[in-house]
């Protein structure tokens, strides 16, 4: 009777199918991930390589024992799929990526929370801001070559975003728009005499077109201050077109008035833009030129229909200071050599002394336009006073 040879020796195993070499061979094409089928191997043979694979391994181990932590040594020899089970976990270098996606997104999670807190902080970073305007732009140096760009953004004007859509999105706001050149004796005047004439233009400029109390409709008493009442006929010609306005006497030439039974400001900001400049008169004689564009979002006294209009006033003035020991004027006023004005989206033929704006599709009311097209934002051309008087169309608002 024959007997079967214990399994566990090799010497008794029948005639191996492959060679050591070729299933050496192919253990290491496993572990590199080998699309080879397994060739059937009997178990005694396959622990037999295995052995010699981990004595190898152990031989690696020794002659690399000097290597400094983080340093990586020779390959491993035995194919981590053939003693641990199938490769379903990643190498050290995926580990690695893990370890430093999970930090990376504990950081994002950090930064969205700060975000929701502040989100200026990342809107900041970028052109425009919360409405995605280009944020605000430099100073006014010089008259402007043409109209300026429609803005990348578009859209309705709200109470959170009036001036959207505008290009006084990027203006400045208020009176530090209004930037006062830098002073200099000039015209046999002390460059004290010429600060103060610039500071004076600067505060008419402000009083009659930011001043929340001229905006309403009251008496533009500090603009007023600023002139001199030894100039003919110019204050009482004011002061009669704020008691009486009409069509001869007209105070928005000079002041920026809306009917507070009508319509309200939008919100607390006035976009200015423009400039003011510096050049010498007659002896004893300085002159201020200015040119200001404002720009007024309003929305209704009464109701709230979540329309927001937009009026736009250009304004250009000479003043002058002059010197009292050369001529016949009061110390510290100031003379009108000419003031013009241009309104954008306001009633024509209404000549009650106030602006009265339409709202979206709604006309701005009084006579029909019948004047040309008028971009309202376009500074490059001069005010001089010989416009027509026909009231035109503005293009934009």
Partial sequence: MSTVPPPDRPDDDPAPSLSDEQLESFLREAAEGGGAAAPKEPSARARMVARRLREE??????????RKRGEQGPPQATPPGWRTGPATQLGNGGSRRRRVGAVVGVLVLALLAVVAVR???????????????????AAESAQPTGAPADPALSGRATREHPFRGSPAEQWAEGADAIEVPEAKALSGMSEKDVAFALRRTKDLLVAANLDPAVLRGEWPEEALAVLDPKQPELLPKLRRSLREPDEDHDPLR??????????????DAVKVRGRMELSAGEEGVVKVDADYTFVYPLVRAQGDDGRVARTIVRRVLTLTLNDPARWN????????????????????GVDDGFLHPGFGDDAAGGDPATGPLTDPYDRSKPLTGTE?????????T
């Fill in 57 to 66: 391994d152990e031989a690696a181990r020794r002659a690399r024992g000097g």
């Fill in 119 to 137: 989100p200026s902080l990342v809107t900041d970073l970028f052109p425009g801001g919360e409405d995605g305007s280009d944020g605000p732009l």
């Fill in 388 to 396: 027509s008087d026909e009231c035109g169309k503005v293009t934009r």
């Fill in 254 to 267: 000079m002041f920026t008035r809306f009917d507070p039974d009508e319509v309200r400001l939008a919100g």
């Fill in 329 to 348: 004027v009061t110390e510290g006023r100031l003379l009108v050599e000419k003031y013009f004005s241009e309104h954008g989206n306001t009633a024509c």
